[in-house]
């Protein structure tokens, strides 16, 4: 019997050559690194729209995803717990200002910053893609 892959989104969100990052509240173990903000796509939701409300209840923003980039990435595996992939998409800002509802702090990037914070290791793969989007 196969388990069924978890599948997490993440969002880019770019604004002014500048991506914004999340960092981690919880769990304990994670608290204090650096995410892109989204998360689990639930049963018979599709990605773009878990990304949306994803960014809704943890920013207060409403975003358009623009395009996916970099592949699936597999998130390390945790006890029994299902196998689980990261989805990225570029995501523009359309209302509202982002807030950290469920983060503790935020932060915009701009290009020559994205490697000053320390990203969870499923996001990792996924800068060297998305820095050319900042560039314009």
């Given amino acids: 019997m196969t388990q069924e892959i978890q599948v ?13 990052a999340a960092q981690r509240a919880d769990p304990p173990q994670l608290r204090g690194r650096w995410e892109l903000p989204g998360g ?48 990225v998409w570029i995501a523009d800002l359309l209302e509202g200002e982002p807030a950290p509802l469920e983060h ?10 994205l490697t000053e914070v320390d990203w969870l290791p499923a996001d990792v793969p996924f800068i060297d893609d998305i820095r050319p989007h900042l560039l314009g």
Avoid: N
Wanted: aromatic residues 2%; proline residues 7%; positive net charge.
């Fill in 104 to 113: 503790l702090s935020l932060r915009w990037l701009r290009p020559e910053e």
């Fill in 40 to 87: 689990k796509v639930d049963p018979g939701e599709a990605d773009i729209d878990a990304l949306i409300r994803e960014c809704r209840e943890e920013l207060g923003v409403l975003v358009k995803p623009r395009q996916r980039v970099g592949g699936d990435v597999a998130f390390p595996r945790r006890g029994q717990g299902r196998p689980s992939i990261l989805r």
């Fill in 8 to 20: 997490v989104v993440g969002a880019a969100i770019v604004r002014d050559g500048a991506l914004l």
